[in-house]
Nanobody
Framework: VQLQAYGGGLVQAGNSLRLSCEVAGIVVSINTMGWYRQAPGKQRELVTTITSTGNTNYADSAKGRFTISRDNAKKTVYLQTNSLKPEDTAVYYC???????????????WGQGTLVTVSS
């Protein structure tokens, strides 16, 4: 089982990006998924989470600009980022707090990250 994040890139301030994170492999179900980010020289921080039933939670920095969604059939979580700012520059990581796979339960599972760079 792997979390594969993609969609990052270099954009100008004010523009948008859509990040995706797919859970690859055979799984039974996935609990809460989320996006975190780590800027250069800073600690990793929460951006947003979404439960298996669609309840969402956002960091103050993301409210009103970012939207998380998920497609359970595709085992994919998305992050729509709008009105990007230079301070949004970071590696964005997806996380699943619990994945039920056949014969195992995976907890606090992380993807490899995708870099978002916002130029001013």
């Amino acid at each position: 089982v792997q979390l594969q994040a993609y969609g990052g890139g270099l954009v100008q301030a004010g523009n948008s990006l859509r990040l995706s994170c797919e859970v690859a492999g055979i799984v039974v179900s996935i609990n809460t998924m989320g996006w975190y980010r780590q800027a250069p020289g800073k600690q990793r921080e929460l951006v947003t989470t979404i439960t298996s039933t669609g309840n969402t939670n956002y960091a103050d920095s993301a409210k009103g600009r970012f939207t998380i969604s998920r497609d359970n059939a595709k085992k994919t979580v998305y992050l729509q980022t709008n009105s990007l700012k230079p301070e949004d520059t970071a590696v964005y990581y997806c996380n699943a707090d619990k994945i039920w796979a056949y014969g195992s339960v995976l907890t606090d599972y992380w993807g490899q990250g995708t870099l978002v760079t916002v130029s001013s």
